[in-house]
């Protein structure tokens, strides 16, 4: 009785297991909700692939490597230099092997651990804040400025980034010093599709060459619900006027360049024809990151920061911001963002100096490129490489790229209007960020005095300010 007793837990206990693996791999693969196995919530930058676990398992019997890997995959091209100030060559050069044995650094799960709400600070850092100190315990010696500084506060704000260091390294503090708060002359880049078009050798030339088109040049199948508004808005875009016909967007090409049939509600398939370098950019961000999975768009109820209840379950894709048929980037540019988000910032904006700028520039009394919307800081124009031989100027679609930590978004925009100290200041004032930068700020960091003592303090070393940056 006892072994019959014995066989029955052993096979109960093999049923069981097998049933839970089973369910571990339907959670892994898609098939069952993954919520209820999954040990923590993951942070502000991936909650809303909660759903699916093989976004990152991208192999369920994969260990570390793998993981890895699925962090290259959407990090990577932001992981080299100049980017990076600490890319993964840095520490795969023998000579700073040492530092690996301090803090394994090849990994980005060392410093962004998922699941663990209760260790994950600002930033997604799941590290202690004196990191710092096992790689940079001497710093002291070579920057007499830096004595007696805590290395908890080597990330504050101002100071430095671990990856995108471009604005806060020393030479170009010192380049900024003293800088007027707030240039005369302040625009941002122009964009420069249109004028660099036929150089764009992914641009569906042969199916839509570059010319104004008319409205009976229209190619709409008969049947296709086109209304007089329809025809309209469709005319007065720059669409129209460079050739781009209805069939372009509502019957986009398959993987063999056969156009597939007519679709009323085209995604984003047929923007990512001509706009293949803002559809990429747009499923990097957070806005975009659930149809680059292959999940269902992005709604405003997922979101983590405060949105408007009435737009709850509206799906963002490219049509979100643009609207069909007229492709608004005026609108795209405000209204768009102000039709959802519904936090301190955003509702700031309408009094903001930022604001009656935007206003001014719509109303033709400055340069259109002179106005500040929430687009020109939180999806600043870059010059993007094209292919090989250019680049263009474009709208960053990854709102994500300049948000955090904030110090990101100094080089792409902020400089263009405001000096570097002025930012640093202003983007380390969090009250002066929840009224849009309505007034100056209250906050002041050291991180440009310091460049100052330490540019006094090498020109000293160096035998004067005729010695030169080598001293000779």
Not at 105 to 131: F, M, R, W, Y
Not at 237 to 265: E, I, L, Y
Not at 375 to 387: Q, S
Not at 422 to 438: G, K, V
Request: a negative charge.
């Amino acid at each position: 009785m006892r072994k019959r007793t014995k066989i029955i837990l052993w096979g109960v206990w093999l049923v069981g297991s097998l049933a839970f693996a089973g369910y571990l791999l339907s959670m892994l693969y898609g098939k069952a909700d993954p919520a209820l196995m999954m040990p923590g919530p993951l942070s502000d930058g991936h909650h809303q692939l909660a759903d699916d676990c093989a976004a990152c398992h991208v192999n369920p019997l994969g260990g570390g490597e793998v993981l890895q890997q699925a962090c290259v995959d959407c990090h990577g091209d932001v992981r080299k230099k100049p980017f990076d100030s600490h890319p993964a060559a840095k520490f795969k050069d023998p000579r700073n092997a040492p530092q690996l044995a301090k803090i394994d650094a090849l990994h980005c799960v060392t410093c962004h651990t998922e699941h663990k709400p209760e260790i994950i600070a600002k930033n997604g850092l799941s590290q202690p804040k004196d990191l710092c100190v096992h790689c940079h315990a001497d710093v002291a010696d070579d920057r007499p400025s830096h004595v007696g500084m805590e290395f908890a506060t080597c990330t504050s704000s101002g100071c430095h980034n671990f990856h995108d260091n471009r604005a806060l390294y020393t030479n170009f503090l010192v380049k900024h010093l003293h800088e007027d708060p707030i240039k005369a002359d302040g625009t941002v880049p122009a964009r420069e599709f249109a004028g660099v078009v036929g150089e764009i050798m992914t641009y569906p030339h042969d199916r839509f060459p570059v010319q104004a088109l008319t409205a009976g040049d229209m190619d709409a199948p008969t049947g296709a619900a086109v209304t007089p508004g329809i025809r309209r808005d469709w005319l007065e875009t720059r669409h129209a006027q460079a050739g781009v016909n209805c069939t372009a967007c509502h019957m986009p090409p398959d993987a063999s360049g056969t156009p597939m049939a007519w679709t009323d509600k085209p995604g984003t398939a047929g923007c990512a024809q001509c706009h293949d370098l803002e559809v990429k950019r747009f499923g990097q961000g957070k806005h975009g990151m659930r149809i680059a999975a292959g999940l269902s768009p992005m709604t405003p109820d997922q979101a983590r920061l405060p949105m408007k209840p009435d737009v709850a379950h509206a799906q963002l894709t490219c049509l979100s911001c643009h609207g069909a048929h007229r492709f608004d980037v005026v609108k795209a540019a405000v209204e768009a963002c102000t039709g959802c988000h519904d936090d301190q910032h955003t509702l700031a904006f309408e009094n903001s100096p930022h604001g009656a700028l935007w206003r001014k520039a719509q109303a033709g009394e400055i340069d259109g490129d002179a106005g500040v919307s929430c687009a020109t800081c939180h999806m600043p124009r870059v010059d993007f490489d094209v292919n090989d031989w250019m680049s263009r100027v474009m709208v960053d679609h990854n709102q994500s790229a300049s948000l955090s930590p904030n110090s990101k978004m100094i080089r792409p925009a902020c400089l263009h209007c405001h000096g570097l100290g002025f930012s640093l200041d202003a983007l380390a004032d969090q009250a002066l960020i929840d009224r849009n930068f309505n007034g100056q700020p209250k906050v002041h960091v050291d991180t440009m005095d310091l460049a100052e003592q330490d540019q006094k303090r090498r020109r000293a070393n160096a035998g004067g300010d005729d010695a030169g940056m080598f001293g000779f």
